[in-house]
């Protein structure tokens, strides 16, 4: 099947952004992003994503730009990009601010 893809608007300074790719409908890859706006253009604030076969998040700063990745969920890939968009939703104002720092 082909990637599903979605955004939306958190509120005026952050976005979220999920991808995600199933196999025989068990999700197989994902990537959720919380999106920061910065002088007009959005830039990532945190990256979690199965990309090197584990869950991880990277955390990203203005300043700094990505951080090294950390281990985020050990449950399966679609058990873990539920929990990385809750933790998103619930903290994306919070997670902005740090990255602003």
Do not use: C, I
């Amino acid at each position: 099947m082909p990637p599903v893809s979605y955004r939306f608007l958190l509120n005026e300074e952050a976005q979220l952004a999920v991808w995600f790719l199933t196999e025989r409908g068990e999700v197989t890859s994902y990537a959720v992003v919380l999106l920061g706006r910065h002088q007009g253009e959005w830039s990532p604030v945190r990256v979690y994503d199965n990309a090197h076969g584990q869950n991880e998040v990277h955390r990203h700063t203005l300043k700094g730009g990505k951080q090294a990745a950390e281990p985020f969920h050990q449950g399966a890939a679609a058990e873990a990009m539920r929990a990385a968009r809750d933790e998103v939703l619930a903290g994306y104002e919070t997670m902005v601010e740090a990255w602003r720092r």
